[in-house]
């Protein structure tokens, strides 16, 4: 894992648009999406740069993450309306580029093989992004998931519903089930981008990448990935053990050495 301190979330954005832009430049790309707060920043930044530079999407696919069970594409809190809004409309991918579980499905088991297979027929992810839960979830893998999980049906914990009801107009409103990519199938893609923004991350930023790889913390899965770029602003590293580490590692990276 390659943990890198940045002074704020401004910073953490730009450098993961920095990562997405060169997977883009090189060549068809597929891009893994979250949604949620932390990735916003890093989405305007894109926007920005297709804007005044022309970095465009026009060849790339993206697949998200994570899908409410229960929520049709066009509820306003479906992922697939918040990718729309917050980046993927904004910017130059081509129809039907942009693929999402369909979270209306009457049989979740055969949606979720479904997408698994789209995966795999694009190609594979060859970055993905990640946020992370308050309870260390990625995507949406609650704690006790299995490492080795492919994309299926979870149930959300109070605590995720608590800190997602944020987007919805009552609180009893946030679904209780998701279809979410497994553990393995997000450890699929070639590169993991996993951001951390703000205090309330720190711990469960400190247990997916400095406790043991343990299904408590399901992010602690990513440390068995050979390619993982980890942003964080300082607070969300507030409880690391080894940023001085981090630190002195990320100030001597060779000038050849890419994320
Ligand atoms: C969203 C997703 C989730 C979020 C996580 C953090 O597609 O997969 O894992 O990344 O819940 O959410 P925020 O960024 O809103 O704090």
Request: aromatic share 6%.
């Amino acid at each position: 894992m390659e943990i890198i301190v940045l002074p704020d979330t401004d910073a953490v954005a730009r450098t993961a648009a920095d990562v997405l832009e060169e997977q883009v430049r090189s060549g068809p790309s597929v891009l893994g999406l979250a949604t949620g707060s932390t990735p916003l920043g890093t989405y305007r930044e894109l926007i920005d740069r297709h804007r005044r530079n022309g970095l465009s999407f026009a060849d790339a696919q993206a697949f998200l993450l994570d899908e409410y069970v229960g929520l049709a594409a066009s509820h306003p809190a479906s992922y697939h309306s918040v990718i729309r809004n917050e980046f993927t409309d904004s910017v130059d991918f081509a129809p039907g580029a942009v693929h999402g579980l369909d979270g209306s499905t009457k049989d979740p088991e055969a949606e979720a093989a479904r997408y698994d297979r789209s995966i795999a027929a694009a190609g594979g992810v060859d970055v993905q992004i990640l946020g992370i839960g308050t309870d260390g979830h990625v995507g949406f893998n609650e704690p006790m998931s299995s490492l080795a999980s492919r994309t299926r049906i979870k149930t959300l914990t109070r605590q995720t519903r608590q800190d997602n009801a944020r987007f919805f107009d009552h609180p009893d409103d946030v679904p209780e089930h998701v279809l979410t990519q497994g553990l393995g199938t997000i450890r699929d893609a070639r590169h993991l981008l996993l951001l951390g923004l703000g205090e309330a991350k720190a711990d469960a930023v400190a247990a997916a990448v400095e406790g043991p790889v343990a299904a408590v913390c399901p992010a602690s899965a990513l440390q068995l990935h050979p390619h993982v770029t980890v942003l964080l602003d300082t607070a969300a590293a507030s409880k690391l053990a080894h940023t001085e580490y981090y630190q002195y590692t990320f100030g001597r990276k060779p000038a050849w050495q890419r994320f």
